[in-house]
């Protein structure tokens, strides 16, 4: 019995010899891919949460800088447009906006394309946004709220408005409700004056 014993021994050391079952690899490579998925994820969440704050900035940035420019004239925005906001220095670059070496065309990073024009008769003017993710949309509405804007739209509907023609107060579930309506190619419009 004693040779028995020892020679069973022998073979599961031999066994354990030969490397892993193929049960503990997929076991191995499943907690692996788990893991990854779960760091991913959190990497995406904190680039949207980055884009998020790099378009508030450039909002406010662009208002602000606007605003005091255009403010010497009287106030009125006659004549404002991308080529007019980029000679003014008032579109800064290195946030969400790709501000080109030549021409007027101002891209987002999420492909779409930036557009500031005078609105209303000269007496206000817009930031449109093209192409931004729900989750960004719904961060940025959310924290800038009507600050300084007459009017925020999103995919077409006035999400807020604080003018002479109505008081549309900003609703964070319907703010959520339009943002994610557009998908990835949601439209922001903001109105300044």
């Known amino acids: 019995m004693k040779n028995f014993k020892s020679r069973n021994i022998q073979i599961n050391t031999n066994r354990k010899a030969q490397g892993y079952s193929f049960l ?59 080529q007019v906001a980029i000679s003014m220095n008032a579109v800064p670059g290195g946030g969400t906006i790709v501000v080109p070496t030549s021409g007027s065309t ?53 999400v807020f408005q604080n003018d002479s023609s109505a008081n549309t107060p900003l609703e964070p579930g319907n703010v959520g409700t339009q943002c994610n309506a557009g998908g990835n190619s949601t439209t922001i419009i903001f109105t300044v004056g």
């Open 24 to 82: 503990e690899i997929l076991l191995g490579v499943a907690i692996i891919g788990a893991v990854s998925v779960m760091i991913i994820s959190g990497m995406s969440s904190n680039k949207k949460k980055s884009q998020a704050q790099a378009m508030m900035n450039d909002v406010s940035s662009i208002t602000n800088n606007l605003v005091q420019q255009f403010a010497a004239g009287g106030g009125t925005y006659a004549g404002l447009n991308n």
């Open 106 to 158: 101002l891209k987002d990073v999420w492909g779409g394309q930036v557009t500031i024009a005078s609105a209303n008769s000269d007496q206000s003017f817009t930031i449109q946004y093209t192409q931004v993710p729900p989750q960004v949309c719904n961060s940025v509405i959310t924290s800038l709220g009507g600050s300084s804007f007459t009017k925020i739209e999103i995919g077409g509907q006035v």
